[in-house]
């Protein structure tokens, strides 16, 4: 039995809530916000859900977040919260509004800027475009404490540059084979392409312990056998009904429902990554670390 998805059931016995999981204490700090891609081998695993709630849930322990709705293809994180941005990144970078256009107010305090295709047409935009959008985007190395990269499902190109450019990744499965099997794919081409990323795991609508902590032994011990990639996982939110009743009345589950199993699950998680910090990590200067290094990566492969 892997020992991380044996903590699921250790700390289940100790009384915590639905998504407990006990996390490693890390040492290291950063004056530059943690950029962090949620992403998930395959759609319909409630990738979008858990980045909305999360955020709000950090939000609620204090820490300034950003969403980037870098779902290209299927951006819905306005849908969910029953609002229609007017403008996205493209327009920033065209000049035509300033990010403060862009940015949508969130629950909680959440700030939430769709990308639309500005930041992974970095270099494909003119000199000037593109100067525009990086300065308008770093504002934030100062204002965000997270800022969080929703991408899209799969691994198409554009998902891949992200995956590729950010310092943390976290991987988004349900317990269903096809998800499981999507899930390690998504966790080998991050192995590649970042290997320097650690890689996080949330099991998502689970039915109860057991089949949370079998998903993830299948993901993790394969992951350790084949990629040598140690994976971390932050926990498990349980399959609710509560959840699909929030999504019906476009109201994150957290704020509708703070007390329904998947609330508390959630807002584990984030006090867990909140009190993350990766051993070894130079956080001296933005060369590699927060949205300045993000934006770089991005720009290198563009």
């Known amino acids: 039995m892997n020992d991380q998805a044996s903590g699921l059931r250790s700390m289940a016995r100790g009384g915590a809530q639905p998504g407990s999981l006990k996390s490693e204490s890390l040492s290291g700090t950063s004056g530059a ?8 081998g395959k759609g319909g695993v409630g990738k979008t859900s858990i980045v909305l709630n999360t955020a709000i849930a950090l939000a609620s322990g204090g820490a300034r977040v950003v969403v980037l709705d870098a779902d290209l ?4 994180i306005d849908v969910m919260l029953g609002i229609v941005p007017r403008y ?5 970078a065209a000049g035509e509004v300033s990010l403060a256009d862009v940015e949508v107010s969130g629950p909680g305090g959440i700030r939430i800027v769709p990308c639309g295709s500005g930041v992974t047409s970095l270099l494909r935009l003119p000199e000037s475009e593109r100067a525009v959008l990086v300065s308008a985007l770093a504002a934030l190395e100062h204002e965000a404490d ?7 499902a799969g691994l198409s190109p554009g998902v891949v540059g992200f995956l590729a450019a950010v310092e943390e990744v976290i991987v988004v499965t349900t317990p269903e084979p096809t998800s499981i099997a999507d899930a390690y794919a998504t966790v080998k081409v991050v192995s590649y392409e970042n290997p320097a990323a650690p890689v996080m795991l949330v099991v998502n609508m689970a039915r ?4 949370a902590e079998d998903a993830a032994e299948k993901i993790t011990l394969v992951a350790k056998r084949f990629l040598s990639v140690d994976l971390t996982l932050l926990g498990f939110v349980p399959r609710d009904p509560f959840v699909a009743k929030a999504v019906m009345q476009q109201a994150p589950f957290v704020v ?12 584990e998680i984030a006090e867990r990554l909140q009190g993350r910090r990766w051993e070894g990590a130079s956080f001296q200067g933005f060369a590699g670390h927060g949205l300045a290094g993000f934006l770089g990566k991005i720009a290198a492969r563009s």
């Open 33 to 40: 916000p943690r950029v962090i891609a949620v992403t998930s």
């Open 73 to 76: 293809g299927l951006g819905n």
């Open 88 to 92: 996205n990144l493209a327009h920033v």
């Open 146 to 152: 997270f800022i969080i990269v929703d991408t899209g």
């Open 208 to 211: 109860d312990l057991q089949e």
């Open 256 to 267: 509708r429902y703070p007390s329904c199993p998947a609330s508390r699950a959630v807002g």
